[in-house]
């Protein structure tokens, strides 16, 4: 390599890895936003629902009847779902409308042009969406199961719905019927500064929407303002119905969190087999060193 080639591939190598940086820390700057914008703390999705084939088959269908509709999961082919207990006959039958076969990947039949008319974006893939909303702050998984609960009417936002997760997301709120109505009471502290003396009044602001999504908004000074941030309570009307979509949220985030990590289960049974090959081999190497070695002492 001549010294112009070598630095011209010196250059082309700085520059790729500028991208390279640039391109991670935007990425991570956006996942960071994800997770100042709504300014809560994450719920808990249930992990052992991640280990659970009912769970994961049960989220499979939801995917398949709620989801699939406007996303896309294009790095996955529906054969994919034999590793949760389904058969190719169940794949076919049960979960893939339209003329995709089982070996194609899993793919919505809205056109991007379309849903980008419809709602002002572009839904996104979900192939990988808990590793992609995972953040400083969260877990992706923890998000997802957040956002997906996270609804309440508010007759202010343009599709009657909003987010505490995402606030003002253009997703509507596909379950509204299967999560039922709720009242919902957000609670954050605002500081105010006084236009002529410049003192700092903290507010407790609260908003409470209704069922219907008519609000009200309280604002109260108070001198104790805690460490900010955003608080919220629901309450459903129906607790019974609200809880069983809880169950329905947390098996859907368990197969968006396998579709993103297929392979996840394999891999820690594959470890503890390693892991008790080495624990054998290494009083086998113990025994053979011993025996090598007698007649040298
Ligand atoms: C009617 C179309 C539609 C349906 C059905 C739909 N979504 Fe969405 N989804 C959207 C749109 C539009 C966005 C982009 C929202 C935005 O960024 O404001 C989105 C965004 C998302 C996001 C990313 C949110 C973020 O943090 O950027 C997730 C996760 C998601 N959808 C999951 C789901 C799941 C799970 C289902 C099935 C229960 C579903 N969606 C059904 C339209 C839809």
Redesign the pocket.
């Known amino acids: 390599m001549n010294p112009m080639n070598t630095s011209l591939w010196w250059s082309s190598l700085t520059r790729a890895a500028i991208s390279v940086g640039l391109g991670a820390s935007i990425l991570l700057g956006a996942s960071a936003a ?1 997770g100042a914008e709504g300014g809560i703390a994450m719920d808990s999705w249930p992990v052992d629902r991640g280990q659970n084939a009912a769970s994961l088959q049960n989220g499979a269908r ?2 398949a009847s ?2 699939i ?3 896309s999961a294009s790095l996955v082919r529906w054969n994919r779902l034999q590793d949760i207990g389904l058969n190719s006959a169940q794949i076919q039958q049960y979960l893939i409308s339209g003329n995709q076969k089982v070996g194609d990947t899993i793919r919505t039949g809205a056109a991007p042009a379309d ?1 980008k008319r419809w ?1 002002g ?4 893939d ?1 192939s990988v ?1 808990t590793r992609a ?1 995972t953040s400083f702050e969260h877990a992706g998984a923890d ?2 199961y957040t ?2 609960r996270g609804y309440y009417r508010d007759a202010s936002a343009p599709n009657g719905w909003n987010n505490v997760a ?1 606030p003002n ?4 709120h ?2 509204w019927q299967e999560q039922g109505p709720r009242e919902t009471r957000i609670e954050s502290t605002e500081a105010r500064k006084d236009a002529k003396t410049g003192a700092v009044q903290h507010m407790q602001v609260v908003t409470t929407y209704q069922p219907d999504g008519t609000s009200s908004r309280t604002e109260t000074p108070v001198t104790n303002h805690g460490a900010g941030g955003i608080t919220y309570t629901f309450k459903p009307l129906n607790v019974e119905q609200s809880r069983r979509f809880d169950a329905d949220a947390a098996d ?1 985030v368990a197969f ?1 969190a396998f579709i993103t990590d297929p392979t996840a289960g394999k891999r820690v049974t594959i470890g503890v087999w390693v892991l008790i090959f080495l624990a054998f081999f290494t009083v086998i190497a113990w025994r053979l060193n011993a025996v090598y070695w007698k007649k040298v002492r």
Do not use: D, E, N
Request: hydrophobic share 55%; net charge positive.
């Open positions: 994800v939801l995917f709620y989801c509709g406007c996303h849903q709602f974006k572009t839904p996104p979900l969406i909303r998000y997802i956002l997906l995402y997301i253009a997703m509507p596909v379950f859907l968006l």
